[in-house]
């Protein structure tokens, strides 16, 4: 893992909704991450970063449908030029979304992702913003995802623990993978020259 210390100018909370970490659905690590990610935005505000709270709208009937109690995002939203919600329908968070031209025009050339699930949403937007250009942080401590129950003739029962290690993997050749939350700083876009 790589630990470089430069600020990032924005960060990405990729799906931190009350269905994945609250009540029965909720994930083995839940409390961690939520302390991670809370955390996270507390600086990144601080810092002068820009937040993006990105809000998965499932299909109907699933945990995270629109308007339903699950689909609600955990942590609150100060709302405003610095911070803002984007309604996603994809496990990227960049398909078909402002994501990128918000990110653009606020001149943002590093971000950090954090949230979940490791192996979907949380992979699929960090591999995108690699693509686009962007330095990528990756907080370990600060993704998570459910265990993949046993399939009979496949696999045995995965840990969330082993599944996430294996999501953020092929993502430490380009990223900055990251030990611990703690380590990313943060700063205003245009301050601060990324590396």
């Not at 659905?25 to 990610?37: E, I, K, N, S, V």
């Not at 653009?104 to 699929?124: D, F, K, T, W, Y």
């Not at 937007?125 to 600060?142: E, F, H, M, N, S």
């Not at 993502?171 to 205003?188: E, N």
Request: charge should be negative.
């Amino acid at each position: 893992m790589r630990n470089r210390s430069s600020p990032v100018e924005a960060l990405i909370v990729v799906d931190v909704q009350a269905a994945s970490v609250t009540g029965a659905g909720a994930l083995p690590d839940a409390a961690r991450l939520l302390d991670r990610t809370t955390d996270l935005i507390a600086r990144a505000r601080t810092g002068g970063a820009i937040v993006v709270h990105i809000q998965n709208d499932g299909p109907a009937g699933a945990g995270d449908a629109p308007h339903t109690p699950g689909w609600e995002l955990h942590h609150p939203v100060q709302a405003g030029p610095s911070e803002t919600v984007i309604r996603k329908t994809h496990d990227d968070g960049f398909e078909e979304t402002t994501l990128g031209g918000l990110l653009s025009s606020a001149g943002v050339r590093s971000l950090a992702v954090c949230g979940l699930m490791s192996e979907m949403c949380v992979q699929a937007t960090a591999r995108t913003a690699l693509a686009l250009g962007y330095r990528v942080v990756l907080p370990y401590d600060a993704h998570a995802t459910h265990d993949i129950p046993a399939e009979p003739g496949i696999s045995e029962a995965v840990p969330a623990a082993v599944v996430s290690r294996v999501a953020a993997w092929p993502l430490s050749r380009d990223a900055d993978v990251t030990a611990r939350a703690a380590d990313v700083t943060f700063t205003a876009p245009g301050t601060r020259a990324a590396h």
